[in-house]
């Protein structure tokens, strides 16, 4: 009887701390958000599932390094000629 008893809390606490898995990318899912946290809790990265060429998958979410300026600064034009001032 003492064995029920001690097993109860110690399936509690380890369907308490089991971690979730992340769904399967397919069309009922697709736009959904994913956010992969550290044991501590913070986020490490962000997916979307995302349908590309006749598959859906995970797409980490990336962002410019400018974007987080507070104001961001514009794009640079992509040829190799510069423009006259």
């Known amino acids: ?39 501590s809790g913070l986020p490490l990265h962000t997916e979307v599932c995302t349908l590309h060429v006749w598959r859906y998958r995970w797409t980490q979410v990336t962002i410019h390094a400018s974007q987080l300026a507070p104001r961001p600064k514009p794009a640079k034009p992509l040829s190799g000629h510069r423009r006259r001032q």
């Open 1 to 39: 009887m003492s064995v029920k008893l001690l097993l109860i809390p110690v399936l509690v606490a380890v369907s308490a701390t089991a971690e979730t898995r992340k769904p399967t990318c397919a069309k009922p899912t697709q736009g959904r958000v994913w956010i992969e946290r550290s044991p």
